[in-house]
């Protein structure tokens, strides 16, 4: 077992239109103890953990920078003058031209570039020396007696008893650029430098460090650095913001993150929470301790609260972007396949509950496994037909209710539309939620429903000749699992794996539930006559470059029933070669859901502390912003396009960068999402969690 601690969940929060704070054209920020200060749109405001307030003076126009000193008070730059704020009341301190940037120091001296001179300030004003170069003065950095200038023409330091600059620059030395937009210093006196070609760290004279996309940089042409007392190191560009934080690269970018990606500022507080100023407003990142039990207890209040229709688990659409609280639960052509998981994760965490002695816990599972499931199950009673469960059902009080399309067909107590040809995506869901219900709840009466259920959908598909016939008498679309298609017809040679695979596990499970021998006749027949133990060793399969993710989760699903209950070793022999085969093929994918049930399938080491990896990086965010990684430096791009003809990665991206998906969706994609009108539901981190819980594959040292 892989014991879990804490972790660092990224988690955010933006701040735009206040009720009297307008905080888009955010321009600068900074933080000084626990007060946040910034230059946005309404002018001068201060946050102080709750509430943001405007103070503002007689500007002549919005201020453009912003120092907040060590004493307390901030100083800021309107373009013509210099106004000093205690807290209290504004000061006018000095009028200057063209002051392009300043910096305070260890003894609290202000440095400052204006008038095309440098500029310090003690108890009074003195001009150092004159700016010997005709370039912009971007940043200033201080470090013991050395004062740095990042410019537009080079790095240049001040040095000696009569103060001179010592340039650096392109043509001269190691640096990439003379573009150098900003610069910071820590205490060993490296000099982080953020410039158009990647990051510059400087040292001693001819110390030379340069990070690009190769290094794990995700942007290049960088814009500003923060250097954070803990380990970590911010910087921001026009196309969001990139942290490195215990030697990992994290890149933030898209609504999930921040109001805007043109990002102009970063302030970052002593626990290295950074405060981000961009177009559109502000965002607050920061990593906050948490289990992954107490991570699921959210995701489980997501799904109560967001995501249930009759029982139904799915996405929500929503009503406006990012809102939601907003919409209604989507009525989807998968309600039986995305309700099964749920199902099957509510099972797991009731028995985990039940176990560990948590009595009110595992009554709440047991709830929502058992409303859940009874919806499922009035899938294949609401047709009339036996044997054959729906797609997805809607009641005559929803809007969608008599909506024209060929699939959906009325009940005749006029009630109810349900809609077919329900796919074998349906069928292996059900598949795969009905046995672990009955092995895992209590209710014997419901625990019968489940079998008989299980039957009449297995009697349907053996009766008509492996496949799933509709109410037109035809078979539907991928309700195939016929000898004849899958071995002797052409056209259905990519499926011939993946099928097999799924009708063993439909017998193996009603077999088990119903004890009726007959389905371990047809199941052996089917292997020894028509080779279906043989067809699932290659079932996974990829043409040219492209692999069906969709078809990975039914795999996986289907390996889960049939492993569970086939015990003669020489017929595992077979199916764990399958079983090896495919975890092979997707290990890379880091798929928490994947690797643990290979886990608890063979016993043996699953990558648990990738899959858990994976868990900890999903946002607790689970909209589906549009996210765009392709201009990326540190990613390479496949050659090969996804299914559906989207540009994808050779290595998956962390969770926290990807586009939202399920397990079914392509974890390479680079570029996606729904405009911010789709949340997700949580059972897919859900499903993974509770089913490692419950197979002791991970334990926490500490629990909610």
Same mark, same amino acid.
């Given at each position: 077992?892989?014991?879990?601690?804490?972790?660092?969940?990224?988690?955010?929060?933006?701040?735009?239109?206040?009720?009297?704070?307008?905080?888009?054209?955010?321009?600068?920020?900074?933080?000084?103890?626990?007060?946040?200060?910034?230059?946005?749109?309404?002018?001068?405001?201060?946050?102080?953990?709750?509430?943001?307030?405007?103070?503002?003076?007689?500007?002549?126009?919005?201020?453009?920078?912003?120092?907040?000193?060590?004493?307390?008070?901030?100083?800021?730059?309107?373009?013509?003058?210099?106004?000093?704020?205690?807290?209290?009341?504004?000061?006018?301190?000095?009028?200057?031209?063209?002051?392009?940037?300043?910096?305070?120091?260890?003894?609290?001296?202000?440095?400052?570039?204006?008038?095309?001179?440098?500029?310090?300030?003690?108890?009074?004003?003195?001009?150092?020396?004159?700016?010997?170069?005709?370039? *912009?003065?971007?940043?200033?950095?201080?470090?013991?007696?050395?004062?740095?200038?990042? #410019?537009?023409?080079?790095?240049?330091?001040?040095?000696?008893?009569?103060?001179?600059?010592?340039?650096?620059?392109?043509?001269?030395?190691?640096? $990439?650029?003379?573009?150098?937009?900003?610069?910071?210093?820590?205490?060993?006196?490296?000099?982080?430098?953020?410039?158009?070609?990647?990051?510059?760290?400087?040292?001693?004279?001819?110390?030379?460090?340069?990070?690009?996309?190769?290094?794990?940089?995700?942007? *290049?042409?960088?814009?500003?650095?923060?250097?954070?007392?803990?380990?970590?190191?911010?910087?921001?560009?026009?196309?969001?913001?990139?942290?490195?934080?215990?030697?990992?690269?994290?890149?933030?970018?898209?609504?999930?993150?921040?109001?805007?990606?043109?990002?102009?500022?970063?302030?970052?507080?002593?626990?290295?929470?950074?405060?981000?100023?961009?177009?559109?407003?502000?965002?607050?990142?920061?990593?906050?301790?948490? +289990?992954?039990?107490?991570?699921?207890?959210?995701?489980?209040?997501?799904?109560?609260?967001?995501?249930?229709?009759?029982?139904?688990?799915?996405?929500?659409?929503?009503?406006?972007?990012?809102?939601?609280?907003?919409?209604?639960?989507?009525?989807?052509?998968?309600?039986?396949?995305?309700?099964?998981?749920?199902?099957?994760?509510?099972?797991?965490?009731?028995?985990?509950?039940?176990?560990?002695?948590?009595?009110?816990?595992?009554?709440?599972?047991?709830?929502?496994?058992?409303?859940?499931?009874?919806?499922?199950?009035?899938?294949?009673?609401?047709?009339?037909?036996?044997?054959?469960?729906?797609?997805?059902?809607?009641?005559?009080?929803?809007?969608?209710?008599?909506?024209?399309? $060929?699939?959906?067909?009325?009940?005749?107590?006029?009630?109810?539309?349900?809609?077919?040809? #329900?796919?074998?995506?349906?069928?292996?869901?059900?598949?795969?939620?009905?046995?672990?219900?009955?092995?895992?709840?209590?209710?014997?009466?419901?625990?019968?429903?489940?079998?008989?259920?299980?039957?009449?959908?297995?009697?349907?598909?053996?009766?008509?000749?492996?496949?799933?016939?509709?109410?037109?008498?035809?078979?539907?679309?991928?309700?195939?699992?016929?000898?004849?298609?899958?071995?002797?017809?052409?056209?259905?040679?990519?499926?011939?794996?993946?099928?097999?695979?799924?009708?063993?596990?439909?017998?193996?499970?009603?077999?088990?539930? +119903?004890?009726?021998?007959?389905?371990?006749?047809?199941?052996?027949?089917?292997?020894?006559?028509?080779?279906?133990?043989?067809?699932?060793?290659?079932?996974?399969?990829?043409?040219?470059?492209?692999?069906?993710?969709?078809?990975?989760?039914?795999?996986?699903?289907?390996?889960? #029933?049939?492993?569970?209950?086939? +015990?003669?070793?020489?017929?595992?022999?077979?199916?764990?070669?399958?079983?090896?085969? +495919?975890?092979?093929?997707?290990?890379?994918?880091?798929?928490?859901?994947?690797?643990?049930?290979?886990?608890?399938? #063979?016993?043996?080491?699953?990558?648990?502390?990738?899959?858990?990896?994976?868990?900890? *990086?999903?946002?607790?965010?689970?909209?589906?912003?549009?996210?765009?990684?392709?201009?990326?430096?540190?990613?390479?791009?496949?050659?090969?396009?996804?299914?559906?003809?989207?540009?994808?990665?050779?290595?998956?991206?962390?969770?926290?960068?990807?586009?939202?998906?399920?397990?079914?969706?392509?974890?390479?994609?680079?570029?996606?999402?729904?405009?911010?009108?789709?949340?997700?539901?949580?059972?897919?981190?859900?499903?993974?969690?509770?089913?490692?819980?419950?197979?002791?594959?991970?334990?926490?040292?500490?629990?909610?």
């Amino acid at each position: 077992m892989l014991l879990v601690s804490e972790f660092g969940q990224w988690v955010k929060e933006a701040f735009v239109e206040l009720s009297e704070v307008d905080l888009r054209d955010a321009r600068q920020i900074s933080v000084v103890g626990k007060l946040v200060r910034a230059i946005v749109k309404s002018g001068f405001v201060e946050f102080d953990g709750e509430t943001w307030r405007t103070n503002n003076a007689d500007w002549s126009e919005l201020p453009s920078l912003l120092l907040s000193r060590c004493d307390n008070s901030a100083w800021v730059y309107d373009g013509k003058r210099i106004g000093a704020w205690d807290g209290k009341r504004w000061q006018a301190l000095r009028e200057m031209e063209a002051l392009t940037a300043w910096s305070e120091d260890e003894s609290g001296t202000v440095w400052l570039v204006a008038e095309n001179a440098l500029w310090r300030y003690r108890d009074s004003w003195e001009k150092v020396t004159r700016i010997p170069f005709n370039a *912009e003065v971007r940043s200033i950095a201080c470090w013991r007696d050395q004062v740095a200038l990042a #410019t537009s023409f080079g790095f240049w330091f001040l040095q000696g008893k009569r103060f001179h600059f010592k340039e650096l620059l392109k043509d001269f030395s190691l640096l $990439p650029t003379n573009d150098i937009r900003d610069v910071a210093v820590d205490s060993f006196g490296h000099w982080w430098l953020a410039t158009d070609k990647g990051i510059v760290v400087f040292c001693d004279g001819d110390g030379w460090l340069h990070l690009t996309g190769k290094d794990g940089v995700p942007i *290049e042409n960088l814009n500003k650095v923060r250097l954070g007392k803990n380990k970590g190191a911010w910087f921001a560009s026009n196309f969001g913001v990139i942290c490195l934080k215990d030697g990992e690269w994290h890149y933030f970018a898209s609504q999930r993150w921040l109001p805007s990606d043109d990002v102009r500022d970063i302030a970052l507080s002593d626990d290295e929470t950074a405060f981000i100023a961009t177009s559109k407003g502000i965002a607050k990142i920061w990593q906050q301790k948490m +289990t992954l039990a107490e991570k699921a207890a959210i995701f489980e209040r997501q799904v109560n609260e967001r995501h249930k229709r009759f029982g139904y688990v799915t996405v929500r659409w929503l009503e406006r972007q990012g809102d939601v609280n907003s919409g209604r639960v989507e009525i989807s052509d998968n309600d039986g396949l995305w309700t099964a998981l749920y199902v099957a994760a509510e099972c797991f965490r009731y028995k985990v509950a039940k176990r560990e002695g948590r009595e009110d816990e595992a009554e709440e599972a047991l709830q929502n496994a058992t409303e859940s499931l009874r919806a499922l199950l009035f899938l294949e009673q609401v047709t009339g037909i036996k044997g054959f469960p729906a797609r997805a059902v809607r009641h005559k009080r929803e809007p969608e209710f008599g909506a024209t399309h $060929p699939e959906w067909h009325r009940t005749e107590d006029g009630e109810w539309e349900w809609k077919g040809d #329900t796919s074998s995506d349906e069928i292996v869901g059900h598949f795969f939620a009905y046995p672990i219900a009955y092995d895992l709840l209590p209710d014997e009466d419901l625990k019968q429903q489940v079998a008989e259920t299980a039957r009449r959908i297995a009697d349907h598909i053996i009766e008509h000749g492996f496949f799933l016939v509709d109410i037109d008498a035809k078979p539907t679309t991928w309700g195939v699992w016929s000898p004849e298609k899958l071995n002797n017809d052409e056209t259905w040679w990519a499926e011939r794996g993946l099928n097999s695979l799924e009708l063993l596990a439909i017998l193996k499970a009603t077999y088990h539930m +119903t004890g009726d021998k007959r389905y371990q006749q047809i199941y052996r027949n089917l292997i020894e006559r028509h080779r279906y133990a043989l067809n699932t060793v290659r079932q996974k399969i990829v043409v040219n470059g492209i692999t069906n993710h969709s078809d990975d989760e039914l795999a996986f699903l289907s390996y889960y #029933t049939l492993l569970r209950y086939e +015990t003669d070793s020489e017929l595992q022999r077979i199916l764990l070669m399958s079983l090896e085969r +495919t975890w092979r093929m997707e290990r890379k994918e880091r798929n928490p859901l994947w690797n643990f049930i290979y886990g608890a399938l #063979t016993g043996k080491l699953c990558d648990a502390e990738a899959a858990v990896k994976t868990l900890q *990086e999903i946002p607790l965010d689970l909209v589906h912003w549009n996210v765009r990684n392709n201009h990326r430096k540190d990613v390479q791009v496949d050659e090969s396009l996804g299914r559906f003809g989207e540009l994808q990665a050779i290595e998956p991206l962390p969770f926290t960068e990807r586009p939202m998906h399920k397990w079914n969706g392509n974890p390479y994609r680079l570029d996606g999402g729904a405009n911010g009108m789709v949340e997700e539901d949580a059972t897919f981190f859900l499903l993974p969690y509770w089913l490692a819980q419950f197979h002791r594959l991970i334990g926490e040292s500490t629990h909610r």
